[in-house]
C-alpha cells in the first residue's frame, strides 16, 4: 500500500510553508545568540512556519507575558534578513487571568503589541488563541478584517477553537479562514472525531496541530501518562522498522492526514531540529495509520 504520509509543502493561504512548523512555547532562553542558532536551524531545515503567541512566556520557565514574542523581535532586530524567510504567525486573545477577550479593544491592542515586540510592520498569519465566548462572533469578524485591510496582518486563523466555533466566526468574515490550530496526536485524536479536520478539509483550512509529541508525554510510561502498553509497543515497531525514532512515527501519523495537517515542534535542541525532518522519509500505509488510531483508544474500529 502506498504510504499515507505527506511530505509536501503546504499552501497556508498566500504562503508557501513546510509540512513542519517551528513552536515558540520553550522559546524562553534569554541567550540572544542561542535564540538566533534555534530559529536559523529551523528554517534551514524547512520549518519556514514559525508559530508564537503573546502568552508565551507567561509559563514554561518564562519571565512573563510577551517575553518570548520580545526574544523572537530581538532575533529579527539582530539578523533582519530571517524575516524574509519565515512566515510569522502569532496569535492573542489571551490575557491572564481574565482569561480571554476577543473584544475589539483588546484583540486590536494585543495584535499592535505583538507588533511592536517582534519588530515587524506585519504578522503573516494571526489567529485568535482561544475563543471568547462572551463575545460575539461578528465583532471578532469585524476587527480581524479591519486588521487586514489596515495592513498589519495578512492572514486569520483560529486555535482551540470546536468546530461550531469556527462556523460562527467563518459565517461573518467576508474572506476565508487559513487556519485551524488544534492539538493533534496519536495521544489525542478528537480533531479525528470532533469535526474539526472535516470542516478543515471542506473549505481549504490547514489545521496546525500543536503538540504532536503530547508535550513529552510520547516518551513517558502509560503510568506517568504516556502511551499504553499496546501504542507504545507498535510506535517502537513502526520506528524500528522505518529506522527512525518514536518521535519520527508521532509526526508522521499528524502528516499523514489528508487535511495536510502540518506537526508544530517546539523542541529546543539544535540536533533535534535536524533530526525532525526524518519523519518525512517514513513511509506510513492505511493499515499502520489505522492501527495506530486502535491502540491509541484502546478500542477496535467496528
Partial sequence: ??????????????????????????????????????????????????????????????????????????????????????????KGGIIPPTPYDSGAEYLRAACEASLERLHTDVIDLYQVHRPDMFTHPAEVAATLSALRDEGKIREVGVSNYTPDQYDALAAHLPFPIASTQPEYSVLHLDPLRDGTFDRAMRDGVIPLAWSPLSGGRLFASAADGGPSDELGG?????????????????????????????????????????????????????????????????????
Fill in 234 to 302: 507498535l510506535l517502537d515497531g513502526l520506528a524500528e522498522r522505518e529506522n527512525v525514532d518514536r518521535a519520527a512515527i508521532a509526526v508522521a501519523f499528524v502528516l499523514a492526514h489528508p487535511s495536510k495537517a502540518i506537526a508544530i515542534v517546539g523542541t529546543q535542541n539544535l540536533d533535534r531540529i535536524a533530526a525532525t525532518s526524518d519523519a518525512l522519509s517514513v513511509q506510513l500505509d492505511r493499515a499502520d495509520v489505522y492501527a495506530i488510531v486502535q491502540a491509541s483508544e484502546g478500542v477496535p474500529l467496528p
Fill in 1 to 90: 500500500m502506498p504510504s499515507l504520509v505527506n511530505g509536501a509543502n503546504r499552501s497556508l493561504g498566500q504562503f508557501d510553508v513546510g509540512p513542519i512548523s517551528y513552536g515558540l512555547w520553550r522559546f524562553t532562553n534569554d541567550d540572544l545568540g542561542a535564540a538566533q542558532a534555534l530559529i536559523e536551524a529551523a528554517l534551514d531545515n524547512g520549518m519556514n512556519l514559525i508559530d508564537t503567541s503573546d502568552v508565551y512566556g507567561f509559563d514554561w520557565g518564562g519571565t512573563g507575558f510577551g517575553t518570548v514574542e520580545a526574544l523572537l523581535g530581538r532575533v529579527l532586530a539582530a539578523a533582519p534578513e530571517l524575516r524574509d524567510r519565515m512566515v510569522l504567525a502569532t
